[in-house]
């Protein structure tokens, strides 16, 4: 039961994403399993179950389906069928008697209480043009560090990144604009880069933050970058993991990368475009993304229109070439890649590493944008060290 509960939590984003009824098929976590066959009582009970974990959980549109099989069923309905894994509680959820599901609720609540959702403190922040933001702050200490987000991937994505660093600091994170809960909110918002630094500096203030250690994933990389350009002051160090950069002339891509640009600027036209690339598009994206992380990395590609609003931030993004930032980046920075990064070519990381004033090149033996948020302590410590070399100065 504490394993289905924060499966069903971690799907929320994505079920919110499709915007329908998500059918569901009882799967294994260790193989893809059609539908069983079992009594009408037994798949009532599932039924009962998942509904009752859901509402708890504050997950709507999952539906039990027992007519079809896992092959029947769209691209996304298998991700959320495969992370919740059915099958595994099929068998015995029959035999829970009524008089124990009050023993049921404690333990999903139990379980709920431990997740990225309840470990962080949300709000909503509005940026300086009024956009809407879903801000996640943990932690407590003297320091403060913001994740600047990879673009369009809900923060849940980097909880090893929070979870590591709230041991001694506080810790601020936030969702890309324009694409978590906003429903009514136009898509006609700014999408370029400096809309999207400026969001940076919105969270800082919303939290009195005068200055931070200020860590770039992927595309936020780019992000963190333009802000130092901006408010160097502001950022006690910088550092950029396996960025996504623009440059004003072409320069290495992985085959990943250029198709990935290709299928974005298509899609990026209109909402019309985004609706007709949106099936290739989630073709070539699932067949590069791990089951462990498919739920969340998935995200912006729910829907046509998060595709359209997906590619508009992401070409603000790439987009923009970051040569004119570069020398204006004063904060000590380290620039983190990998010789076998198949989704940003390290030769990116390596010439802003190249321009930057205080620049620090660090070349892992492996690694890429995926494997970056499932890091372990010995990577984050790298971090960690960057970060406690350019401390804080003490009050006068």
């Known amino acids: ?71 029947d069923l769209r691209v996304f309905e298998r991700v959320v069928s495969e992370r919740l894994a059915l099958a595994d509680v099929l068998d015995s959820v029959g035999v829970v008697p009524v008089d124990r599901l009050g023993e049921v609720d404690r333990v999903v609540t139990d379980a709920l209480a431990d997740t990225f959702e309840a470990y962080c403190r949300k709000e909503t922040v509005t940026s300086p043009d009024g956009v809407p933001l879903n801000v996640y702050a943990a932690g407590e200490g003297e320091e403060t560090v913001v994740l600047v987000p990879a673009c369009g991937m809900p923060a849940a994505l980097a909880e090893n990144w929070v979870r590591f660093f709230t041991r001694d600091r506080r810790v601020l994170t936030w969702e ?29 203030d919303h939290h009195d933050v005068r200055d931070a250690h200020v860590i770039g994933l992927c595309g936020g990389a780019a992000i963190a970058l333009v802000a130092a350009a901006g408010q160097p002051s502001r950022m006690r160090s910088l550092s950029l993991w396996h960025g996504a ?12 990368q250029q198709g990935l640009i290709e299928l974005m600027t298509a899609a990026a036209r209109s909402r019309s475009a985004a609706q007709a690339v949106h099936a290739a598009f989630c073709q070539a994206i699932l067949t590069s993304t791990p089951a462990d992380v498919a739920h969340l990395v998935l995200y912006p590609y729910a829907s046509p229109e998060l595709l359209y609003r997906y ?65 372990d302590d010995s990577l984050l410590r790298v971090a960690e060290d960057f970060m406690a070399r350019h401390p804080r100065p003490a009050p006068i």
């Open 176 to 204: 890309s604009r324009g694409l978590f809960g906003a429903a009514g909110h136009s898509a006609e918002h700014d999408t370029d880069i400096h809309a999207q630094a400026a969001d940076l500096f919105a969270v800082m």
């Open 245 to 256: 950069y623009g440059f004003a002339e072409d320069y290495p891509k992985t085959s990943h």
């Open 311 to 375: 590619c508009r931030l992401n070409l603000g993004i790439t987009g923009a070439p970051v040569e004119p930032y570069l020398a204006r980046v004063e904060p000590p920075t380290l620039v983190v890649t990998s010789r076998d990064d198949d989704i940003a070519h390290p030769v990116g990381s390596q010439r802003v590493a190249d321009g930057l004033p205080h620049g620090q090149l660090r070349v892992e033996p492996h690694g890429d944008h995926i494997s970056l948020f499932t890091a």
């Open 1 to 71: 039961m504490a394993r289905l509960a924060t499966a069903v939590l971690s799907v929320k984003p994505l079920v919110e994403g499709i915007a329908a009824p998500v059918r569901v098929v009882p799967v294994a976590r260790t193989a893809v399993a059609s539908p069983v066959d079992r009594s009408p009582g037994q798949w009532r009970a599932l039924r009962a179950l998942l509904d009752r974990v859901a509402r708890r959980a504050g997950v709507d549109g999952l539906l039990l389906s027992g007519g079809e099989g896992f092959d």
